[in-house]
T-cell receptor, first 116, second 115 residues
Framework: KQEVTQIPAALSVPEGENLVLNCSFT??????LQWFRQDPGKGLTSLLL?????REQTSGRLNASLDKSSGRSTLYIAASQPGDSATYLC???????????????FGQGTILTVHP | GAGVSQSPSNKVTEKGKDVELRCDPI?????LYWYRQRLGQGLEFLIY????????KSGLPSDRFSAERTGESVSTLTIQRTQQEDSAVYLC?????????????FGPGTRLLVL
């Protein structure tokens, strides 16, 4: 059974800092990995999607890396801003085949607070 | 519509009552997913639809939970004889095609409280 763990559970930083969020998964047979952002009272917003054949993806101040063999991904946020405050979730999708390919397995998230 | 919508946004019910949660996916999206997020916990997969068939129901917690989908449009998640442990945010997502590369677009969720 796939298990996804995110460290740290919570993080509080001053504005302007660069920070790293960690995600690990137990089964390396994944098709892709996604990082999401969840704001209070709202749904999830997809930030970055990394295919299993890729090593990293970048979008603006965000950079996500994937080491499939070791079961790890990191989300790097550069020059953090108060507007980055949210819960960040990573999720993995299993490899093709079977009926479970539609299913995402989520970590419990990292609650990020960026102070002005 | 512009995004996935869910209704109601909030629902308070008494233990033992039945509830229906609705999800309207993005127009044209063939895949639809239901997840549950309990307080302080991660998202749990419940069920996945491809069109109106459900190839993966593995996440449904018990036989009190069921879901339907009409064609490639609205889906309803029904919880019968609700229990306090059913209290959670129920999230729906849709994606354009069956392809594994597709990202899932999430709705705002329905917050269910069972008293």
């Amino acid at each position: 059974k796939q298990e996804v763990t995110q460290i740290p559970a919570a993080l509080s930083v001053p504005e302007g800092e660069n920070l790293v969020l960690n995600c690990s998964f137990t089964d390396s047979a994944i098709y892709n990995l996604q990082w999401f952002r969840q704001d209070p009272g709202k749904g999830l917003t997809s930030l970055l999607l990394i295919q299993s054949s890729q090593r990293e993806q970048t979008s603006g101040r965000l950079n996500a890396s994937l080491d499939k063999s070791s079961g790890r991904s990191t989300l790097y946020i550069a020059a953090s801003q108060p507007g980055d405050s949210a819960t960040y979730l990573c999720a993995v999708r299993p490899s093709a085949g079977g009926t479970s390919y539609g299913k995402l397995t989520f970590g419990q998230g990292t609650i990020l607070t960026v102070h002005p | 519509g512009a995004g996935v919508s869910q209704s109601p946004s909030n629902k308070v019910t008494e233990k033992g009552k039945d509830v229906e949660l609705r999800c309207d996916p993005i127009s044209g999206h063939t895949a639809l997913y239901w997840y549950r997020q309990r307080l302080g916990q991660g998202l749990e997969f419940l069920i996945y639809f491809q069109g109106n068939s459900a190839p993966d129901k593995s996440g449904l917690p018990s036989d009190r939970f069921s879901a339907e989908r009409t064609g490639e449009s609205v889906s309803t998640l029904t919880i019968q004889r609700t229990q306090q442990e059913d209290s959670a945010v129920y999230l729906c997502a849709s994606s354009p095609r069956r392809g594994l590369q597709e990202t899932q677009y999430f709705g705002p969720g329905t917050r269910l409280l069972v008293l």
